[in-house]
């Protein structure tokens, strides 16, 4: 009967991610790309397949369905450098709910997980010229994600959660009186993670629900316009294996969206000596690699990360560094 229930489990998880992939989209630039990025070097080194992974901060991006299954409490720090006096950074907590009950009871109380991040991007030093190219100045931009997300695992191997993230996006120096315009809004996530066999994992989420900014130019121009530019609403679906003894992950990701064409996500980590971890990764085509280190630090576990991630549309690569610890 376990074994049926399983089988019924991962038949739907199917039909669901078969149906996602398939949405009508186009290829262009949309709102809300730093939300697409990724993050993290862990994740990043592995070309971004982490949506059936999730086991650290960044399940609350990538994944909320992950966060039952922490351990410990995580807070992470990761910094991306870029090109085109452009930044990136990610600082995450998240941590374990297990409450405690009576062990003469039979109550099974639910595991959950609890994570806050903030996500940061800016560009500086954008060269702004009038109606006839004469300088007028140098004007800047920044998008902010401060995201709560709560998981609980219902069962053994199903972990669900949700994400609501608040975004804030600034252009300072914009209105006569050099003051900045600037817009707060709200979206959300949804995640599941399905652990069928040990060394199985299945992940499904929705990103970027009802995220959107909208804008207002009545204190900019004589006439209001009220312009609403919608994220869009991405799909992903993963699975990842560990193997052998969990030295070995191999981890796969499908997504689409409904303005963007889909593409995929190809990982593999691997542990050759206990502090030591190495990965590879393909992020639509474009390769990424990175390793990790782990050491103690103040009698706690703490790792440092790297990534390197080369893209189709720039010549130079990027380059992640993270740093994790957990307590």
């Known amino acids: 009967m376990r074994q049926l229930f399983r089988f019924a489990?991962?038949?739907?998880?199917?039909?669901?991610?078969?149906?996602?992939?398939?949405?009508?989209?186009?290829?262009?630039?949309?709102?809300?790309?730093?939300?697409?990025?990724?993050?993290?070097?862990?994740?990043?080194?592995?070309?971004?397949a982490f949506t059936a992974v999730a086991d650290g901060p960044e399940a609350s991006y990538y994944n909320p369905g992950g966060m039952p299954f922490l351990e410990n409490h995580h807070f992470m720090a990761s910094y991306r450098l870029l090109s085109l006096d452009r930044t990136?950074?990610?600082?995450?907590?998240?941590?374990?709910?297990?409450?405690?009950?009576?062990?003469?009871?039979?109550?099974?109380?639910?595991?959950?997980?609890?994570?806050?991040?903030?996500?940061?991007?800016?560009?500086?030093?954008?060269?702004?010229?009038g109606l006839n190219g004469d300088p007028i100045g140098e004007f800047s931009n920044s998008e902010n994600a401060f995201t709560m997300s709560f998981g609980i695992s219902p069962f053994s191997f199903i972990g669900i959660g949700l994400s609501g993230k608040v975004l804030y996006n600034r252009f300072p120096n914009m209105?006569?009186?050099?003051?900045?315009?600037?817009?707060?809004?709200?979206?959300?996530?949804?995640?599941?993670?399905?652990?069928?066999?040990?060394?199985?994992?299945?992940?499904?989420?929705?990103?970027?629900?009802?995220?959107?900014?909208?804008?207002?130019?009545?204190?900019?121009?004589?006439?209001?316009?009220?312009?609403?530019?919608?994220f869009p609403q991405t799909y992903r679906g993963g699975i990842a294996v560990r193997w052998p003894e969990k030295r070995i992950l191999i981890a796969f990701d499908y997504e689409d969206n409904d303005q963007l064409d889909g593409k995929y996500h190809l990982g593999i980590e691997a542990q050759p000596v206990d502090p030591v971890m190495v990965r590879l990764g393909l992020n639509n085509g474009n390769i990424a690699a990175g390793a990790g280190y782990v050491f103690e630090l103040f009698q706690k576990t703490s790792k440092i990360e790297y990534a390197i991630v080369t893209k189709d549309y720039d010549v130079s690569s990027e380059h992640i560094i993270s740093w994790y610890f957990i307590f």
Do not use: C
């Open 175 to 230: 209105k006569e009186d050099d003051s900045a315009i600037s817009d707060l809004s709200f979206g959300m996530d949804f995640g599941i993670i399905l652990k069928p066999y040990d060394f199985v994992t299945l992940g499904f989420q929705v990103k970027d629900i009802n995220a959107k900014y909208d804008w207002k130019t009545d204190e900019v121009w004589d006439k209001d316009i009220d312009k609403i530019d919608h």
């Open 9 to 48: 489990i991962i038949t739907i998880f199917i039909a669901i991610f078969n149906q996602s992939t398939y949405a009508q989209s186009n290829e262009g630039v949309f709102t809300g790309a730093f939300l697409r990025m990724g993050v993290g070097a862990r994740a990043m080194s592995m070309g971004g």
């Open 88 to 129: 990136y950074g990610f600082l995450g907590y998240a941590q374990s709910i297990r409450p405690k009950v009576d062990p003469n009871s039979n109550e099974k109380p639910f595991n959950a997980g609890l994570a806050i991040n903030w996500i940061y991007a800016g560009v500086d030093n954008i060269d702004g010229r």
